[in-house]
């Protein structure tokens, strides 16, 4: 069985920085894309990066140039780089994984971290 497990989250003042993690563990035969969705109170969730498995990452419009993912395919963990924070960025932020247990399966399959909480104080 798959799990992930999300850390990092925190209070910090606005301007400062934050990293996340999200690890996957269990039988997996590959991890295709992984990343990060948050969401803020009142609001729906939202797409805040992903990184393809050629390490191609891609951004919202509201975090480029402060937020940074990348990943470790050997520890199978995803990372996102939170800098440069602003009260606006106050989320629950979810990982994600895409990955395949087994080379004859046709989709992936994906699993969500737990949730961390991100709060910035202005």
């Known amino acids: 069985q798959v799990q992930v497990v999300e850390s990092g989250g925190g209070l910090v003042q606005a301007g400062g920085s934050l990293r996340l993690s999200c690890a996957a563990s269990?039988?997996?035969?590959?991890?295709?894309?992984m990343g990060w969705y948050r969401q803020g109170p009142g609001k729906q969730r939202e797409l805040v990066a992903y990184?393809?498995?050629?390490?191609?990452?891609h951004y919202a419009d509201a975090v480029k140039g402060r937020f940074t993912i990348s990943r470790d395919n050997a520890k199978n963990t995803v990372y996102l780089q939170l800098n440069s924070l602003k009260p606006e960025d106050t989320a629950v932020y979810y990982c994600y994984e895409d990955f395949l247990v087994d080379p004859r399966e046709q989709r992936d399959r994906r699993i969500w971290g737990q949730g961390t909480q991100v709060t910035v104080s202005s």
């Open positions: 990184i393809d498995a050629a390490g191609v990452s």
């Open positions: 269990g039988r997996v035969f590959s991890i295709n894309a």
